[in-house]
């Protein structure tokens, strides 16, 4: 007798079938950006290494350990990061143009970096200096400090605000009150420091190490976790805080809980890779295309997936012009981003929203 096949047979083996793909996609692109650039190499050295033997060429099997794996497993970091903390900041504002860096983690870590790299000399402050001499190290600590300082003001603040509009406007002003600092720090610098925070605010998947790795990776993956535990404020935030409050959902603590993982996930990926722009913009909306649904159960570990996948790939990409030179990472997120995010306000516009 054969069984009869439902319409939530038939869905349940689509959604299967798209993730079996995405992962599939993953792994590839894995192999595929460890092979290539200014030095191509067969897969099967890529993958050796990866199960823990030896390339055929000692050359390649420097190079795939120091420079290449290091900048997938950080492009990979950054991108579920970016992806998961766009999710929830659009989902908080309702906004289809909310990013990451909407509430200015970005502008506080930009920030410190410029007080490190551009006030730093000899007539800085002793303990900038001291950042300043710890070259890679002190950017890191200093935007890292940044970020959580703008964070500390935010949850300050969203302990009075209860409309998250207000919320987010707060956070813009904040972001233009960093940059103005930022502006006037560059006017009394030498041209080397402005040059030196110039390039670190381009971006960059390609500055970590092993040990850094070690220390973002813990961090996300539990920041990511705690996000999931989030779906059901998160799913009633779809319809309104008025909804919400009326599912039984405290906004409060929601809005904290929202707004502190993705400060903190932002924070990291800034703190170790620069301002990265457009990922945690673009990620949610290709996942939700992909996957069809508003449901944040599958969308999470989705924005995660897709997010580490793209930003491989923009890594990669990043780093195909030669060995001693590269494109800004932030071009290159730019030039995928934003037709995404014109399809964004066209489709918007077509179906009579505000987006």
Not at 144 to 162: K, N, P, Q, S, Y
Not at 303 to 312: E, H, I, K, P, S
């Amino acid at each position: 007798m054969t069984t009869p096949v439902t319409a939530d047979t038939v869905k349940a083996r689509g959604t299967a079938g798209k993730w079996t793909a995405l992962i599939v996609f993953a792994v590839v692109s894995v192999l595929v950006t460890a092979a290539i650039g200014a030095v191509m190499m067969p897969l099967s050295d890529v993958v050796h290494v990866l199960i823990g033997g030896t390339a055929s060429d000692a050359g390649h099997d420097a190079i795939l350990r120091l420079v290449r794996l290091p900048r997938i497993a950080t492009s990979a970091i950054a991108g579920a990061a970016l992806g998961v903390a766009g999710l929830q900041m659009q989902t908080l504002f309702r906004n289809a143009l909310a990013d990451p860096y909407i509430l200015g983690a970005n502008s506080g870590a930009s920030l410190g970096v410029a007080i490190v790299a551009l006030a730093g000399g000899a007539g800085g402050p002793a303990f900038v200096g001291v950042l300043a001499g710890w070259g890679r190290l002190g950017i890191v600590l200093a935007a890292a400090a940044g970020a959580a300082a703008v964070l500390g003001v935010i949850l300050l603040m969203a302990v009075w605000v209860r409309n998250a509009v207000t919320l987010l406007l707060i956070g813009v002003m904040l972001g233009s009150v960093t940059g103005a600092l930022v502006a006037v720090l560059i006017v009394y610098a030498d041209p080397t420091s402005v040059q030196k925070y110039m390039i670190w605010g381009l971006g960059t998947f390609s500055s970590t190490s092993w040990s850094d790795i070690q220390v973002a990776a813990p961090i996300v993956a539990v920041t990511i976790l705690v996000v999931f535990f989030t779906v059901r404020p998160l799913n009633a935030l779809l319809l309104g805080e008025g909804y919400a409050r009326s599912m039984g959902v405290d906004l409060r603590v929601a809005r904290t809980v929202t707004l502190l993982s993705a400060a903190l996930l932002t924070g990291v990926v800034t703190a170790f890779c620069g301002p990265v722009g457009f990922l945690g913009l673009v990620i949610p909306h290709l996942v939700r295309g992909l996957l069809q649904t508003s449901d944040h159960r599958p969308l999470i570990p989705g924005c995660a997936l897709v997010g580490a996948t793209l930003a491989v790939w923009c890594g990669a990409l990043a780093d195909l012009p030669g060995d001693h030179m590269s494109l800004p990472l932030n071009a290159v997120t730019a030039l995928i981003g934003a037709p995404v995010v014109i399809t964004v306000l066209l489709r918007g516009r077509a179906q009579g929203g505000a987006v």
